[in-house]
């Protein structure tokens, strides 16, 4: 039992991206509310970009950065005592990404309740039958 508790709180923020994942998922699926669903989108991206960044990560590693120094020529550099900044430069365009996608998302829902005067997805698509 104390190697179970020991390996979950050991790995902690993964359980927590998990149920962020799941939040937003619910969300986008279940929700009949635009606006929710967006809310739900970005609850799931957040979680996405937090899961990559984590991988990222390195215990008692440091940033890539290689001085040269004189008479350093002849130094073997080791990948395992640097950080991959890659994972990191690519949530930083994952963030820019998700900022441009909900301001689409967000122009889009005002324009549906300016036509329709109401968010919800349902009463949108009786509406749409309709007419």
């Not at 909900?102 to 005002?110: H, P, Q, S, Y």
């Amino acid at each position: 039992m104390n190697d179970v508790l020991t390996f979950i709180i050991s790995r902690i923020n993964y359980f927590i991206y998990i149920i962020l994942m799941v939040l937003g998922m619910y969300g986008i699926i279940v929700k009949n509310n635009l606006l929710k669903k967006i809310i739900g989108m970005n609850i799931l991206q957040t979680a996405i970009i937090l899961f990559f960044i984590s991988i990222g990560a390195k215990n008692k590693a440091t940033v890539p950065i290689v001085e040269h120094a004189h008479g350093a020529e002849n130094h073997a550099i080791h990948a395992v005592n640097y950080i991959n900044p890659l994972p990191h430069v690519l949530m930083l365009t994952a963030i820019v990404v998700a900022v441009a996608t909900l301001g689409v998302a967000l122009a889009l829902i005002i324009g549906l309740y300016r036509q329709y005067n109401t968010l919800e997805e349902d009463e949108i698509l009786a509406q749409l039958k309709e007419g």
